[in-house]
């Protein structure tokens, strides 16, 4: 949980003091879990990058996602001029969202993309042979 808090002081500090316009992260994508949370501070996912990472010889996808400060500026409303609501009320807000992560969503959605693409590129391969 305190993951969760901290990364709401960092944007937070980071809005109110520098006056960024977004802020960008990126995670690998097992941690899905964590990022479709972080809505909650306003994150939104931007894309995943297919095998982006490589460690010990083994590749990963990495999802980013960012906060404008617009999202920013709704999320503080939204919680009574408070950018983080507190572990207790974080908790409750993470109980609530929908089952269906929209990081799986978002895979889905692109693998379509990608078949649907090269189907398409078949098709301009064939009309050219």
């Given at each position: 949980?305190?993951?969760?808090?901290?990364?709401?002081l960092m944007?937070?500090?980071?809005?109110?003091k520098?006056?960024?316009?977004?802020?960008r992260?990126?995670?690998?994508?097992?941690?899905?879990?964590?990022?479709?949370?972080t809505?909650?501070?306003?994150?939104?996912?931007e894309?995943?990058?297919?095998?982006?990472?490589?460690?010990?010889?083994?590749?990963?996808?990495?999802?980013?996602?960012?906060?404008?400060?617009?999202?920013?500026?709704e999320?503080?409303?939204?919680?009574?001029?408070?950018?983080?609501?507190?572990?207790?009320?974080?908790?409750?807000l993470?109980?609530?969202?929908?089952?269906?992560?929209?990081?799986?969503?978002?895979?889905?959605?692109?693998?379509?993309?990608?078949?649907?693409?090269?189907k398409l590129?078949?098709?301009?391969?064939?009309?050219?042979?």
């Open positions: 949980m305190f993951g969760y808090e901290v990364k709401a944007t937070e500090h980071a809005f109110e520098f006056n960024l316009q977004t802020i992260s990126s995670q690998v994508i097992s941690l899905k879990h964590w990022q479709n949370n809505q909650l501070l306003g994150y939104m996912p894309g995943i990058q297919k095998k982006k990472l490589t460690r010990n010889n083994k590749t990963y996808d990495v999802a980013t996602q960012s906060c404008s400060l617009e999202n920013y500026l999320i503080k409303k939204l919680y009574n001029g408070n950018y983080w609501p507190g572990n207790k009320n974080f908790f409750k993470i109980s609530k969202l929908p089952k269906k992560n929209i990081y799986d969503e978002l895979e889905n959605k692109l693998r379509l993309i990608e078949k649907n693409q090269f590129i078949k098709k301009i391969y064939d009309k050219i042979s």
